[in-house]
């Protein structure tokens, strides 16, 4: 939503001030079609030949989640870190080898089904899947398990990160590429150098548009989709460190209401919940 707020404010300041000051638009709606054409279709091509199809993929994918809300809330964590309090709490109990058949089968744990906003999400349940199991087996200890989870994560960033540096190398190329369409029109131009100047003059108008457009796309739309996507990527990041974070303090020996509590400090302050609304509502789960 806040997408489309920003690209009317920006559109509607350059082109209100560009018209109000006597600017012609019918010159830039005549060039439109055709510089879009040449600087879009050079972009998707170098594109296309810059990246294999998995970053591709995934840059489609995350400019689509560029127009949805985020799906990392103070309600998400809570229900995560409460997901884990339960866990650790039952392994505490009962023993770690309770845990063995949730571990197992989480769409059938009455315990992963409990929180269905987490549980039901493939990347965190997989991942804290993971390194219960590990945990279960009893042949990692706490040193072992945080290298193989931060070489995870350092996974997980690199490939979400790809597709970022691409719509960033994209952004990049987009001015350039109207530089390209600009230069055609001005060949174009020269090769009608015996029409009247207000035909030359529509005619330059009408190059000079391609280096406009390059750079309002670069910078007005694509650009500002990146940005949004890398901070998507880093709150994806940020619930896996959470999770990592809970799991090795319940290793090292903490309580499960200890363990949340260093998993609930790893988290943004504009998403962490407060330590009475999560004491709260892990309560209230019981």
Request: glycine share 12%; net charge negative.
């Amino acid at each position: 939503m806040f997408v489309l707020v920003g690209w009317v404010i920006a559109l509607g300041c350059i082109f209100g001030v560009y018209i109000a000051h006597g600017g012609n638009i019918g010159v830039i709606l005549h060039a439109l079609p055709f510089e879009l054409i040449t600087i879009f279709g050079a972009a998707i091509g170098a594109f296309l030949a810059n990246n294999q199809m998995k970053v591709v993929k995934a840059a489609l994918s995350g400019l689509g989640r560029c127009f949805k809300g985020s799906k990392f809330s103070k309600a998400r964590y809570m229900e995560l870190l409460s997901l884990m309090y339960d866990i650790l709490q039952k392994a505490r109990k009962e023993g770690l080898m309770s845990i063995e058949k949730d571990v197992e089968d989480p769409h059938s744990s009455p315990l992963f089904q409990k929180y269905p906003t987490v549980g039901n999400d493939h990347h965190v349940t997989e991942f804290i899947t993971d390194y219960l199991r590990m945990m279960v087996s009893g042949n990692l200890n706490a040193h072992e398990i945080e290298s193989l989870m931060d070489q995870e994560i350092e996974t997980h960033h690199q490939e979400e990160h790809a597709a970022v540096a691409a719509i960033a190398r994209l952004a990049g190329g987009l001015p350039a590429f109207g530089i390209v369409a600009a230069v055609l029109g001005v060949v174009n131009t020269m090769g009608s150098v015996g029409q009247p100047p207000a035909v030359l003059g529509g005619m330059i108008g009408s190059a000079l548009v391609g280096t406009f457009l390059g750079i309002l796309l670069a910078y007005g739309f694509v650009e500002p989709l990146g940005g949004l996507l890398e901070q998507k990527v880093e709150d994806a990041g940020k619930e896996l460190q959470c999770i990592k974070t809970t799991l090795l303090a319940s290793m090292q020996g903490y309580a499960p209401q200890v363990a949340i509590e260093f998993g609930r400090k790893v988290l943004y302050s504009g998403d962490r919940p407060t330590f009475s609304e999560l004491e709260g509502h892990v309560k209230g789960k019981k």
